[in-house]
């Protein structure tokens, strides 16, 4: 907290005064309270915030009462409670607030305003308040549609903004924030929570957006269920191995005797995501002429005040990352789609299915459904 609030602020310096009144410098109170150096000055400084026992053990030696730390500070109301990610309107702007490693970080978010941001939040909020009335075998689903749920409606909220941005710089955020969630999960670890409901959310985003306008095309996307997924690698008679939980989304087309395997869509937020798997799988998939495209948000940022999320792939031309060679190269996967705004797209010199592609959610009739019905076609009529 580098800018506490105008009623942080007066209750700190009154924390401030109650130390000074009983005549003890911060090296003793931290001595009588066994604290490590310097964490008075940071508690009345604002930088961080006491707990409230540590609130009440501080007034214990320093003889304070409550209500003097109380003393001049102005009415609180809902919109200045800190949380794990704030807003704050900027004209035609916002500037939305959230923790960041170890740093105070805030994000623009063009032609916004306070309502929407609450809207998006309050979705995720309502969606994971179902977790109170489920037993414990719904939590995971229920979890995962709350987050789809709300990342589909912030993306067709703001358009405009880089869907990768809304990925990271708010969904994960507000998830992270412990208040969206029911009490009972106070003590749950959301990034670790995360790692897997962000993981699945993405594949039900994917599904949702681009379900009902593939299906005029004749071509089904889907998540399938385990036995699925093992009876699907049986059928396709490969020698390499392939581990059938690694399969993320399923690609069949309809045929007048019935619907046909010819892919598969690997799902990442970030390339730091294992990938161990993915490209084993991608290489042999594609060997036996399926379809395996990699769908990625492209999150990356480096901590910081005002983070900037620019990705992994680097440069189209000049200098390439790796991780850009190894599709445009190596060509590791059918084509690569990413949503991150920041990404670049691939020089057309580059094969269609090694070129990486920039997509968002304004219309599913895009590069990526695109690319996936022109493969469907090709793989019915090569047989």
């Known amino acids: 907290m580098t800018n506490p609030s105008p009623y942080i602020s007066a209750l700190l310096a009154n924390l401030r005064a109650v130390r000074e009144r009983a005549g003890l410098s911060e090296a003793e109170l931290e001595e009588r309270l066994i ?27 320093t003889g304070g009462r409550f209500d003097e730390l109380l003393e001049g500070v102005p009415d609180v109301d809902a919109s200045d409670i800190e949380r794990v990610i704030y807003t704050e309107a900027d004209g035609d702007n916002l500037t939305i607030h959230f923790r960041y490693a170890k740093y105070d970080a805030q994000y623009t978010l063009p032609r916004s305003s306070v309502e929407e941001f609450e809207h998006v939040i309050k979705t995720l909020r309502d969606g994971l308040a179902r977790l109170n009335e489920v037993d414990q075998a719904q939590t995971e689903a229920i979890k995962t549609d709350s987050v789809a749920q709300t990342f589909l409606e912030a993306v067709t909220l703001w358009p405009h903004a880089s869907p990768s941005d809304i990925w990271w710089f708010i969904v994960y955020r507000a998830y992270c924030d412990p208040f969206n969630h029911p009490a009972q999960y106070a003590r749950l670890d959301f990034t670790q929570s995360w790692k897997r409901t962000g993981g699945w959310a993405l594949e039900e985003i994917l599904v949702r957006h681009y379900g009902s306008f593939l299906k005029t095309g004749g071509i089904n996307i889907y998540i399938a269920d385990s036995a699925e997924k093992e009876q699907i690698v ?30 598969v869509v690997h799902v990442k937020a970030s390339f730091a995501e294992r990938r161990t798997d993915d490209v084993p799988m991608s290489i042999s998939l594609r060997r036996a002429g399926f379809t395996s495209p ?20 680097g440069a189209a031309d000049g200098h390439r990352s790796a991780k850009r060679k190894d599709i445009e190269d190596e060509g590791y996967f059918t084509g690569c789609f990413s949503y991150n705004k ?6 057309d010199t580059f094969p269609d299915d090694q070129r990486i592609y920039v997509c968002d959610f304004s219309d599913p009739n895009d590069l990526f459904s695109q690319f996936i019905v022109t493969r469907w076609q090709e793989f019915r009529d090569r047989d």
């Open 234 to 263: 049986e059928n396709l008679n490969i020698d390499d191995r392939i581990e059938a939980d690694k399969i993320d989304i399923v690609l069949t087309g309809d045929t007048p005797e019935g619907p046909v395997f010819f892919g």
């Open 342 to 347: 920041a990404t670049n797209e691939s020089l």
């Open 35 to 61: 604290l490590g150096p310097g964490w008075t000055e940071r508690f009345e400084s604002g930088q961080s915030m006491p707990s409230l026992d540590m609130l009440l053990a501080i007034l214990h030696e």
């Open 294 to 313: 990699l769908w990625t948000m492209d999150c990356k940022s480096t901590p910081g005040t005002h983070p900037v999320n620019q990705g992994e792939l």
